[in-house]
């Protein structure tokens, strides 16, 4: 696809760009539940502005731009005390909550290769209900996952079964504050003490909770204890292009000292080329995202914040009271924060899913794992809060609907062969061949998404991730006629 011979005017270029959005989620109008953390028009002018004001500076060297160092160094301060670390914590700015994560497991494990010299391949446990991205950290690092399950009924981390799979090859245990999925907050203290005892590591992941569930607490919600005031908290991850609304690239990472942060840092003297030392991942990055963090959360303030954090809860509880009140559906677990799950005992929730997304709503689909049956998610934000009478009035309808649709899945002739393949995992050609059969071949995906998440929800983890990744590896492709 080649260039334009001469260059385009402005305005034509931002009007193609308007219309290439056209499809996307309409996430202004309140009604999608997920991806989008909306703080309001105010936050959103601030953001934007600092955003574009760093765009073009380079965080790759603090000695030419000292200003994002010191902004880094101002979110760390903050949020060190928002989470209760003495002056001892220290941190960095990352891109988002995988890179904090990223950058905490890696710590661990070069701190295991420091003061554990014994272990080989390191292993991390990991909750069911902890994030992919530890998953992705531990494949890209080289560390084994142990996975244990959770308290079926609460939702939450099970430390027996934590220091059961405790072995002498660990060395990070993870909680979450809370988990993605239920909005539940591990016992982080009892997972505290496991650490201690064991000599090991303890990361929570507050990728959600680290910002919002301090106001939460101060608006009378019994939170779990679940940062540095735990003992045996070793690191915490904190986004802030979630709850603390700033645009998106905007996450911390933080250490309980010097001592372990210094396993996170890579400095590198060995090639032809300036002198580089990174505290994350990237190398080059924009100032962009670190001067709209801050620039976002010194305009909301804290009480802006408590705010914001008040409209959250009030429509969390409207939500989940208005769930309670739908016969045939429930809650998954008691959610702390913001975050429901729910599932239907005579509906399928693909289809639920559908029939809401047919009447202009985004709500997520989760598939069944480790035990635990297919859900429903809604991450509620603020901008939510407006169109929760009409969410629920439309979930009423959207479960009749769903009701009355025969079970989803794919034809047999499809999936009876995967069915078959149990662990194992077929060829790509073989995979693509079934992807074609579904209908999804070459990166298409139909209105309707019900038939395939069932068929999905039916196979082993394994094979869903080998199907995820041919599917992918064909959609991302450029398009033969060149537009
Ligand atoms: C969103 C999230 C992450 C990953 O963060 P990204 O910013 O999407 O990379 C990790 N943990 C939890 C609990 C999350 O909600």
Request: with cysteine.
């Amino acid at each position: 696809m080649p260039l334009p011979r001469q260059g385009r005017p402005a305005e034509e270029i931002l009007a193609a760009l308007e219309r290439f959005r056209e499809r996307d989620l309409p996430w202004r109008s309140g009604r999608v539940f997920a991806y989008v953390f909306d703080g309001g028009p105010d936050l959103m002018e601030i953001g934007k502005r600092a955003y574009t004001m760093y765009l073009t500076e380079n965080g790759l060297d603090f000695t030419a731009f000292p200003s994002l160092m010191q902004l880094e160094n101002a979110l760390v301060g903050f949020a060190r005390e928002h989470l209760r670390g003495g002056p001892e914590v220290v941190g960095n700015f990352t891109s988002g909550g995988t890179e904090s994560i990223m950058l905490a497991v890696k710590a661990a494990r070069d701190w295991a290769r420091a003061h554990r010299p014994g272990v080989e391949v390191p292993e991390i446990v990991l909750p069911v209900t902890a994030h992919a991205a530890f998953h992705k950290a531990a494949h890209y690092l080289g560390l084994r996952v142990v996975q244990v399950p959770v308290d079926r009924q609460r939702l939450v981390a099970d430390a027996d079964a934590v220091e059961q799979a405790i072995g002498p090859n660990t060395i990070l245990l993870v909680g979450s504050a809370p988990c993605y999925s239920f909005g539940t907050v591990d016992p982080i203290a009892e997972l505290g003490e496991l650490a201690l005892r064991h000599g090991l590591l303890l990361h929570v992941d507050a990728c959600m909770g680290g910002f919002v569930l301090p106001y939460f607490r101060r608006l009378g919600v019994e939170v779990p204890d679940f940062d540095f005031s735990v003992p045996g908290v070793s690191s915490i991850s904190m986004d802030l292009h979630k709850y603390a609304y700033t645009p998106k690239g905007a996450s911390l990472i933080l250490y309980r000292d010097h001592e372990l942060r210094r396993h996170q840092i890579f400095a590198c003297a060995r090639w032809v080329g300036y002198t580089m030392v990174n505290n994350a991942v990237q190398s080059s990055r924009s100032g962009g995202p670190m001067a709209a963090a801050w620039a976002v959360m010194q305009a909301a303030g804290d009480e802006g914040y408590l705010r914001l954090a008040r409209t959250k809860l009030e429509a969390t509880r409207r939500i989940c009271d208005g769930i309670r009140g739908i016969e045939g559906l429930e809650l998954c677990g008691e959610p702390v924060m913001s975050l429901v799950a729910f599932r239907s005992r005579d509906a399928d929730p693909f289809h639920l899913v559908d029939e809401m997304a047919a009447r202009g709503w985004y709500i997520q689909p989760s598939l069944s794992y480790g035990g635990l049956p297919p859900h429903v998610h809604l991450s509620i934000a603020a901008s939510n809060a407006p169109q929760v009478d009409a969410s629920l009035a439309d979930l009423r309808e959207a479960l009749e609907a769903a009701r009355k649709l025969p079970p989803p899945g794919l034809p047999r002739q499809l999936v009876e062969p995967l069915a078959a393949a149990g662990d194992a995992v077929p060829d790509p050609a073989a995979l693509r061949a079934m992807l074609q059969m579904a209908g999804i071949g070459g990166g298409g995906l139909p209105e309707r998404m019900a038939d395939v998440n069932a068929t999905l929800d039916a196979l082993p983890a394994v094979l869903r991730e080998a199907l995820l990744t041919e599917f992918v590896n064909e959609a991302f492709v450029p398009p033969a006629d060149g537009s």
